[in-house]
């Protein structure tokens, strides 16, 4: 039996017009740095690539800078001006997180200037929250503004509608590999007019903002993933699946009481189950489901293969019998109804079997 891939916020399955993209890009010789017609082949596929993101995010062009994906993107927060704080939404990415001068936010800042970091989507709940800005106007601090705000867009970009523009954001931070693009190629999306210190020094690429010669496959695949996912988006392949895993859930629930599925009553990505069976480790589920044939997670999948306690279920407010007990399942376009009850019928007895040896 074929194995089924449920493991989306992960990575997903690269996509077929960014292995194309990928591909005549191989054919490309040109440094983007260089002025002959080779050159300047390459460094249109970067610009073309960079329009594409900008179309998607809702940006300008200008505003794209390209990196190696959103964990270098976020180094950003480490360079910003002396006595500016970084305080950090406790649920978000531990890119944002492992940032220096970090602050848990609501704490209140220490420095006279700060900058407020927070996940759009969270990647292990897929729990939506609003930039400070679109709730009530109501800022933290009883402020009248940050003085930056960077969100990590990397789990909503293509799943849920976002404007770079209307978002009130300075900057933000994607990755391809996570709406089918290639793995190793990020951006930057920085407001137009603001400064910053270089993610990386030398020829001055990307604006004089990263240099480094451009990875001019990874980013062309990057665009026409990007270009890809929005067509998903807008013909409304999300809601298809947002209805595979309701169903995946209500087969669950059905099954046991004791089944908790975190964020539930909340604003979620389409696609994203956590589940938490107290008394039954996530890392252990993880593996009978492999075994089984399926692969999902114990988590974020950002953690060279550790396994620990989820720092964002903690935060919640999720006990360590519950936390530890937490898988997520992450459905895409490709996910059928038959993959999501089978999946749902090998879980239950899996847990049923672990209930019976633990009675």
């Given at each position: 039996?074929?194995?089924?891939?449920?493991?989306?916020?992960?990575?997903?399955?690269?996509?077929?017009?960014?292995?194309?993209?990928?591909?005549?890009?191989?054919?490309?010789?040109?440094?983007?740095?260089?002025?002959?017609?080779?050159?300047?082949?390459?460094?249109?596929?970067?610009?073309?690539?960079?329009?594409?993101?900008?179309?998607?995010?809702?940006?300008?062009?200008?505003?794209?800078?390209?990196?190696?994906?959103?964990?270098?993107?976020?180094?950003?927060?480490?360079?910003?001006?002396?006595?500016?704080?970084?305080?950090?939404?406790?649920?978000?990415?531990?890119?944002?997180?492992?940032?220096?001068?970090?602050?848990?936010?609501?704490?209140?800042?220490?420095?006279?200037?700060?900058?407020?970091?927070?996940?759009?989507?969270?990647?292990?709940?897929?729990?939506?929250?609003?930039?400070?800005?679109?709730?009530?106007?109501?800022?933290?601090?009883?402020?009248?503004?940050?003085?930056?705000?960077?969100?990590?867009?990397?789990?909503?970009?293509?799943?849920?509608?976002?404007?770079?523009?209307?978002?009130?954001?300075?900057?933000?931070?994607?990755?391809?590999?996570?709406?089918?693009?290639?793995?190793?190629?990020?951006?930057?999306?920085?407001?137009?007019?603001?400064?910053?210190?270089?993610?990386?020094?030398?020829?001055?690429?990307?604006?004089?903002?990263?240099?480094?010669?451009?990875?001019?496959i990874g980013i062309a695949g990057f665009g026409a993933a990007v270009e890809a996912a929005m067509r998903d988006l807008e013909s409304g392949v999300w809601g298809e699946v947002e209805k595979l895993r309701n169903i995946l859930e209500l087969s669950l629930e059905e099954s046991s009481n004791e089944t908790i599925f975190v964020g539930k009553s909340e604003e979620r990505l389409p696609n994203t189950s956590c589940i938490l069976s107290p008394g039954w480790k996530g890392e252990t589920q993880v593996m009978q489901m492999d075994l089984a044939g399926f692969a999902v997670s114990a988590g974020s999948a950002c953690s060279s293969g550790k396994v620990k306690?989820?720092?964002?279920?903690?935060?919640?407010?999720?006990?360590?019998?519950?936390?530890?007990?937490?898988?997520?399942?992450?459905?895409?376009?490709?996910?059928?109804?038959?993959?999501?009850?089978?999946?749902?019928?090998?879980?239950?007895?899996?847990?049923?079997?672990?209930?019976?040896?633990?009675?």
């Amino acid at each position: 039996m074929k194995r089924v891939y449920l493991d989306y916020n992960a990575t997903a399955p690269l996509r077929a017009e960014a292995r194309a993209a990928m591909i005549e890009a191989m054919d490309v010789v040109g440094n983007p740095s260089s002025v002959h017609a080779e050159g300047r082949a390459a460094k249109g596929l970067i610009e073309r690539a960079r329009g594409q993101v900008a179309a998607a995010v809702g940006c300008r062009p200008q505003e794209v800078i390209f990196t190696s994906g959103a964990t270098e993107a976020a180094r950003v927060l480490g360079d910003l001006p002396e006595g500016c704080d970084v305080l950090v939404q406790e649920t978000a990415h531990d890119a944002l997180w492992a940032q220096v001068r970090m602050h848990n936010w609501p704490e209140r800042p220490k420095g006279p200037g700060h900058t407020l970091a927070m996940g759009l989507a969270n990647s292990e709940t897929g729990v939506i929250t609003n930039p400070p800005e679109q709730i009530d106007g109501q800022y933290p601090f009883g402020q009248a503004r940050a003085d930056w705000l960077c969100l990590d867009i990397t789990q909503a970009l293509g799943r849920m509608p976002f404007s770079f523009a209307w978002s009130g954001a300075d900057m933000a931070i994607c990755s391809a590999h996570k709406l089918g693009g290639p793995k190793g190629v990020g951006a930057l999306i920085l407001r137009q007019g603001l400064d910053i210190t270089p993610l990386a020094l030398g020829g001055g690429q990307e604006m004089g903002r990263r240099s480094g010669t451009e990875n001019v496959i990874g980013i062309a695949g990057f665009g026409a993933a990007v270009e890809a996912a929005m067509r998903d988006l807008e013909s409304g392949v999300w809601g298809e699946v947002e209805k595979l895993r309701n169903i995946l859930e209500l087969s669950l629930e059905e099954s046991s009481n004791e089944t908790i599925f975190v964020g539930k009553s909340e604003e979620r990505l389409p696609n994203t189950s956590c589940i938490l069976s107290p008394g039954w480790k996530g890392e252990t589920q993880v593996m009978q489901m492999d075994l089984a044939g399926f692969a999902v997670s114990a988590g974020s999948a950002c953690s060279s293969g550790k396994v620990k306690t989820s720092r964002v279920l903690t935060a919640m407010g999720f006990d360590e019998r519950e936390a530890a007990s937490a898988i997520r399942v992450s459905l895409g376009p490709e996910t059928t109804e038959d993959d999501v009850r089978r999946f749902a019928q090998t879980w239950r007895a899996a847990r049923d079997k672990h209930r019976a040896r633990a009675a």
